[in-house]
């Protein structure tokens, strides 16, 4: 195990890098926030601002640059830079945390995670949602079994965002890495894969409703599990009224749960992960469970977003590569992400 903090630079400072990333970063002792890049001056500033000792550069490649500074490089740029600059980190010599949706392409994908074992290099995707409140939770009844035998998964992220705030976003097509199902809907798709396994994608919905939306704002897929587990997952940013995050139906009974993980709003507010009521869920929107013709209020895990890099700093000390700890989310569990969301595109 080492005791050097493990040198840190974060590209771009906009939502995943100021929210994301750089609290957890900070607020962990095995981290030292080394870096940032952003070419925004006013995100400059804010990053100067909370961040005095870090230095500050323009553009991703400048943080490459200092790779003999750096052990460690988080991209939370937008997707269509993702390939082009982890390859960069990696082949600079730095291990590297990708913010999902990893990459445009599955075969990028998989290409980046061939390079990284090549060169001895760590490669993660931040698919934080895993550790949203509401999904641990549905990953402890189904652990323990409460459901008896799963036969339907409902998941759901919606939101009433009728103008698109980023530059970035407005402009970009399915191709570039834009629209809801790369952004929200990877997590959704995730989360699915992980609580029931491999599936393949039955029927698709995907539409651009807004006038200004490039890529897709709308999307509604059908997913068969081998496990025979059938998924419906709804990722919709023209909904007022927002159906159930997650509604899970087995053999002994059902679990429904509505709302939305606290944990981005806290931070966004200006709390701290280290603050006593950070992730806990109010219990008014705690989820349903009800066994055997009996419903409960289920209280809701406590969000754990920090749990991602707490589990990366003990990869990277532990040996890095070399080490049997797994990394936080496995670089192929998101290329399995990327697969369904190809399948999807050419359904519809």
């Known amino acids: 195990m080492t005791s050097r903090p493990i040198r840190t630079a974060i590209a771009g400072f906009g939502l995943s890098g100021s929210v994301f990333h750089a609290p957890y970063i900070a607020g962990n002792p095995s981290y030292e926030l080394t870096a940032f890049a952003t070419s925004d001056p006013e995100r400059q500033a804010q990053a100067a601002k909370r961040y005095p000792n870090a230095k500050i550069g323009d553009a991703p490649l400048d943080l490459v640059a200092l790779a003999d500074e750096l052990d460690l490089i988080v991209l939370g740029t937008p997707p269509a830079t993702h390939h082009r600059l982890a390859k960069a980190a990696l082949e600079a010599g730095l291990d590297v945390v990708v913010d999902k949706p990893f990459v445009v392409h599955s075969a990028d994908g998989e290409e980046l995670i061939r390079l990284a074992a090549s060169l001895g290099r760590v490669l993660t995707v931040y698919q934080n949602r895993r550790w949203d409140g509401d999904a641990l939770t549905v990953q402890k009844l189904l652990d323990a079994g409460t459901l008896g035998e799963v036969t339907r998964f409902e998941?759901?992220?919606?939101?009433?965002?009728?103008?698109i705030a980023k530059a970035w976003k407005a402009s970009a097509t399915a191709e570039d890495g834009g629209g809801v199902l790369f952004d929200l809907g990877t997590h959704v798709l995730d989360l699915a894969l992980r609580f029931f396994g491999p599936a393949t994608v039955t029927y698709a919905e995907i539409a651009a409703r807004r006038a200004q939306e490039n890529a897709d704002d709308d999307v509604f897929l059908t997913l068969r599990h081998e496990s025979g587990v059938i998924s419906h997952v709804t990722i919709n940013l023209n909904s007022h009224l927002h159906g159930p995050r997650f509604r899970v139906l087995g053999s002994r009974g059902a679990f429904v749960k509505f709302g939305s993980d606290p944990q981005?709003?806290?931070?966004?507010?200006?709390?701290?992960?280290?603050?006593?009521?950070?992730?806990?869920?109010?219990?008014?929107?705690?989820?349903?469970?009800e066994v055997d013709g009996q419903q409960r209020t289920i209280p809701?895990?406590?969000?754990?977003?920090?749990?991602?890099?707490?589990?990366?700093?003990?990869?990277?000390?532990?040996?890095?590569i070399t080490s049997a700890?797994?990394?936080?989310?496995?670089?192929?569990?998101?290329?399995?992400?990327l697969r369904l969301i190809e399948q999807a595109r050419r359904l519809a």
């Open 155 to 163: 998941a759901g992220m919606e939101r009433w965002a009728p103008e």
């Open 264 to 289: 981005e709003p806290f931070v966004r507010k200006g709390g701290l992960p280290s603050h006593p009521a950070y992730g806990v869920e109010p219990p008014e929107n705690h989820g349903t469970l």
């Open 300 to 320: 809701t895990e406590r969000g754990a977003y920090p749990e991602f890099y707490r589990l990366l700093a003990e990869k990277l000390n532990d040996g890095g």
């Open 325 to 337: 700890r797994p990394v936080p989310v496995d670089p192929a569990d998101s290329v399995a992400v």
